[in-house]
């Protein structure tokens, strides 16, 4: 396995690969939810890349750009004992030969962003878009993996693959979960002991719609309601169903609905996302 951090010896080295090639794009802190894309990636291609960059165009003002976890050692052990072939780990400069203000970027349309995370977070998709846009360019990849995890971000890059005519594909992974149904993030480090209790609650709340919804209950009204009362002691952001399609907000449940929810927890402020399709 080989860890490089500049642009012109990745290509070099891409350009020696034979085969398809999977690309697993992440800002590193890798727990067994990563572990599962490069998994699926070494099981479908030939060659995996696995890109370790915390991204600074897609972090606002205030956010945890600064204090991001960054543990490339370990990260590198965990890739080689997987059968990764190659780290891409480049310095911001490497990749950004200027400020954001003047950069080239691929900005999804107002529709799909000024919503759920992108409404809080404005220029976050433009951000995430342009760099795994630039990741694909670089890497030539056959097939990218991303994680369910991340409902509105997976949406907006299969999106931006299909109007840009990006030839990949792009396979989704199911959401990894924690023994307590905790889903995996590599935020939940910042975490106090109570702060992991509370945001358990995120994932009950989704389960408990999912069983209300079993049981004949599919008034929106009602499901949200019986969730806040779990959640109660977080700071939730937004508990919204969507047409996983389309993305469009529902006011009817159907085959197709997926709930999402973004809280942060009191002590570390930390904002943990989760979703959960009602159907399946």
Same mark, same amino acid.
């Given at each position: 396995? +080989?860890?490089?951090?500049?642009?012109? %010896?990745? $290509? *070099?080295?891409?350009? /020696?690969?034979?085969?398809?090639?999977?690309?697993?794009?992440?800002?590193?802190?890798?727990?067994?939810?990563?572990?599962?894309?490069? $998994?699926?990636?070494?099981?479908?291609? #030939?060659?995996?890349?696995?890109?370790?960059?915390?991204?600074?165009?897609?972090?606002?003002?205030?956010?945890?750009?600064?204090?991001?976890?960054?543990?490339?050692?370990?990260? &590198?052990?965990?890739? #080689? /004992?997987?059968?990764?072939?190659?780290?891409?780990?480049?310095?911001?400069?490497?990749?950004?030969?200027? %400020?954001?203000?003047?950069?080239?970027? !691929? @900005?999804?349309?107002?529709?799909?962003?000024?919503?759920?995370?992108?409404?809080?977070?404005?220029?976050?998709?433009?951000?995430? @878009?342009?760099?795994?846009?630039?990741?694909?360019?670089?890497?030539?990849?056959?097939?990218?993996?991303?994680?369910? +995890?991340?409902?509105?971000?997976?949406? !907006?890059?299969? +999106?931006?693959? $299909?109007?840009?005519?990006?030839?990949?594909?792009?396979?989704? @992974?199911?959401?990894?979960? #924690? *023994?307590?149904?905790?889903?995996?993030?590599?935020?939940?480090?910042?975490?106090?002991?109570?702060?992991?209790?509370?945001?358990?609650?995120?994932?009950?709340?989704?389960?408990?719609?999912?069983?209300?919804?079993?049981?004949?209950?599919?008034?929106?009204?009602?499901? !949200?309601?019986?969730?806040? +009362?779990?959640?109660?002691?977080?700071?939730? *952001?937004?508990?919204?169903?969507?047409?996983?399609?389309?993305?469009?907000?529902?006011?009817?449940?159907?085959?197709?609905?997926?709930?999402?929810? &973004? &809280?942060?927890?009191?002590?570390?402020?930390?904002?943990?996302?989760?979703?959960?399709?009602?159907?399946?």
């Amino acid at each position: 396995m +080989k860890i490089i951090d500049n642009i012109k %010896e990745l $290509k *070099e080295e891409i350009n /020696k690969l034979k085969g398809s090639i999977g690309l697993v794009p992440t800002m590193g802190a890798l727990h067994d939810g990563h572990l599962s894309l490069i $998994k699926k990636s070494v099981m479908q291609n #030939e060659n995996t890349i696995v890109s370790i960059f915390v991204n600074p165009i897609q972090f606002g003002v205030n956010e945890d750009l600064d204090k991001y976890p960054r543990q490339l050692k370990q990260d &590198a052990s965990l890739c #080689e /004992k997987e059968g990764v072939n190659i780290i891409f780990a480049p310095k911001v400069s490497e990749m950004y030969s200027c %400020e954001k203000n003047n950069l080239t970027l !691929i @900005c999804p349309p107002y529709e799909v962003v000024d919503k759920l995370c992108g409404k809080s977070r404005p220029g976050h998709f433009d951000g995430v @878009c342009s760099v795994v846009a630039k990741l694909f360019n670089l890497t030539k990849a056959t097939r990218a993996y991303f994680g369910q +995890k991340d409902a509105q971000q997976l949406f !907006i890059v299969k +999106k931006m693959v $299909k109007d840009l005519n990006f030839d990949i594909e792009i396979v989704p @992974c199911p959401i990894v979960r #924690e *023994e307590d149904n905790l889903a995996l993030s590599s935020r939940n480090q910042y975490l106090t002991e109570n702060d992991r209790k509370l945001a358990l609650n995120i994932s009950k709340a989704l389960f408990n719609i999912k069983k209300l919804f079993k049981e004949g209950i599919s008034d929106i009204k009602v499901l !949200i309601d019986a969730s806040l +009362k779990i959640m109660d002691g977080l700071d939730v *952001e937004y508990i919204e169903f969507v047409d996983k399609n389309t993305f469009d907000f529902q006011t009817k449940v159907d085959r197709n609905t997926l709930v999402l929810i &973004a &809280a942060r927890v009191p002590e570390s402020k930390t904002r943990l996302i989760d979703n959960i399709d009602i159907w399946e």
